[in-house]
């Protein structure tokens, strides 16, 4: 696979005169307890794939390219946040993300000659491929970008929107939001500040996010913790990213809707009382894939976890469309892999994640803080570590600029952990994709208890 970096464009906010950009002040978002823990992570990042065939060069640079352009910048009015910076001034007691009039977001264009419908599958690719598709996010010591995106043609056959997010600027809930507000933006070729939806229109009202029991430095510490004999403290660069080898590969494991029901009824012959949504079903069938696949001793320590909405789980809630960080991890650790890989280890899995997920609107989240907190040691200790980004509710396939939705949606950095991705299956309501990235051999393993499980 040739990757041809064309151009690195920055695109500035297209802001209102009355913006506080045109100002001499600087707009200033103080990170929360929300954001904190995501501060020194690798980025977030996702490949859009378009599939379209008139994607001829003069075509692509004279239309679409040009579309996205303007679009993104006129949609970075409502979404400012984004063409700025994390920073950590010595006189403030957290971060916060800066936003100055000369900030911009840096858009990567490139061409690709690789097999458009490979890179777009549900097969296993290497994921060293997809990587090509992503665009660098500057981080150093005293400075770490929020966004940036790529946009690579493939001729004749379509093109992708590659995007890396800083986690501590927005979790996957916003960031869902700002592609849906981009595509949206570029689809009806709006010039009006005010013309976005509501439920695209994101709040930056953090007052109803109050520390009240220290919080914000009981997780500073933590994140600082992490990071061992650091003699800036106040460093953002982020933790080592995990070195690959060319035999990782990501791959999308698919649930229709029959197979959802077909597990929810196999679990309630069991146990009748549990909470079965599909992301508790989703996600306890492929942890319990994934541990069988792994094998070893059933005796050895394996933990896993998820990142729960806390939006309108506050009181009092927040706005649906609140911009940032809403959500926190939690899990279950240092269990033995033979609970889940017995007769009975889907149903032990579902049990646990209900157990999580109703445990979220009555547990106090200084309760979940400790948990997290304690959590670090068990990874430690962990044979596997299990976590997992999305959710089949974000809408990931809705993001259409106009020339139609998305063929495929990868969460790419899941490669940075033993982490799967989530999300609605695009074709069916009901069905479930589920990302992986692991080496290959393993994945072949993972995918043989997978496809086996649902034909039993």
Known sequence: MTIHIIDIARVIPAVDSDSVLNSANFFTIPLTFFDLPWLLFQPVKRVFFYRLTESKHDHFHSIILPKLKHSFSLVLRNYLPLSGRITWDTNELKPSIVVSPNDAVLMTVAESDADFSHLSGYTQRPVSELHNLLPKLPVSDGSATAFSTQITLFPNQ???????????????????????????????????????????????????????????????????????????????????????????VLTTLVLSCDDIKKLREQIKNVSPSLHLSTF???????????????????????????????????????????????????????????????????????????????????????????????????????????TIAGSTRLGIYESDFGWGRPVKVDVVSIDQGEAFSMAERRDESGGVEIGMCLKKTEMDNVMAFFNNGLQS
Request: charged share 25%.
């Open 280 to 386: 508790v079903i989703a996600y306890a069938y492929a942890w319990t894939c994934f541990v069988k696949a792994r094998g070893g001793s059933g005796e050895r320590s394996v933990s896993f976890l998820f990142v729960g909405d806390f939006r309108e789980r506050l009181d009092p809630k927040l706005p649906t469309t609140y911009f940032g960080n809403c959500m926190f991890p939690v899990g279950c650790y240092n269990r033995k892999a033979v609970e889940f890989t017995e007769e009975k280890g889907l149903v032990t899995a579902v049990e646990i994640l209900s157990d999580l997920v109703k445990g979220l609107s009555s547990r106090k989240i200084e309760e979940i803080v400790k948990e997290l907190a304690d959590s670090f040691d068990f990874q430690k200790g962990s044979t596997q570590f299990g």
């Open 158 to 248: 379509g093109f992708t929107i590659g995007v890396a997010g800083h986690h501590a600027v927005m979790d996957g809930k916003t960031s869902s939001m700002f592609i849906k507000a981009w595509a949206h933006t570029c689809k009806h070729q709006l010039e009006n500040i005010a013309s976005l939806p509501d439920i695209l229109t994101p709040s930056y009202d953090r007052s109803l996010i109050k520390d009240l029991t220290g919080l914000n430095e009981k997780i500073i510490q933590m994140v600082r913790s992490l990071k061992g004999n650091e003699t800036n403290i106040r460093s953002l660069t982020p933790f080592p990213a995990r070195k690959l080898g060319d035999d990782v």
